[in-house]
Nanobody
Framework: QVQLVESGGGLVQPGGSLRLSCVAS????????MNWYRQAPGKERELVAT???????DYLDSVKGRFSISRDDAKNTVYLQMNSLKPEDAAVYSC????????????????WGQGTQVTVSA
């Protein structure tokens, strides 16, 4: 069984910063792509940032230059550093990861966390 648990959300003023963390636990033999998504009320979920196993990254255009995704494979953790936050960044942020639960790493399945709320308001 694999679990992903996010933390680090909260209330921040516009222009402020937050650092989100997502820790994967359970029977894990490898993690490939790790992602951060967000969903605001009444809006569709959108992919915010992704990082692959070689630490290659990609970002939603609206967060480029402000957000940074990173990973610590020794801790099975992915981070999202969010700077210069704007009210439109407010959403529930969730992580997902492609995880191998077999020793031979022949199959990677996506697992999801429950999400953490980010509120940006004065």
């Amino acid at each position: 069984q694999v679990q992903l648990v996010e933390s680090g959300g909260g209330l921040v003023q516009p222009g402020g910063s937050l650092r989100l963390s997502c820790v994967a636990s359970g029977t894990i033999f490898g993690i490939n792509v790790m992602n951060w998504y967000r969903q605001a009320p009444g809006k569709e979920r959108e992919l915010v940032a992704t990082i692959d196993s070689d630490s290659g990254t990609d970002y939603l255009d609206s967060v480029k230059g402000r957000f940074s995704i990173s990973r610590d494979d020794a801790k099975n953790t992915v981070y999202l550093q969010m700077n210069s936050l704007k009210p439109e960044d407010a959403a529930v942020y969730s992580c997902s990861a492609a995880i191998a639960t077999d020793y031979s790493r022949t199959r990677f399945l996506y697992y999801w966390g429950q999400g953490t709320q980010v509120t940006v308001s004065a």
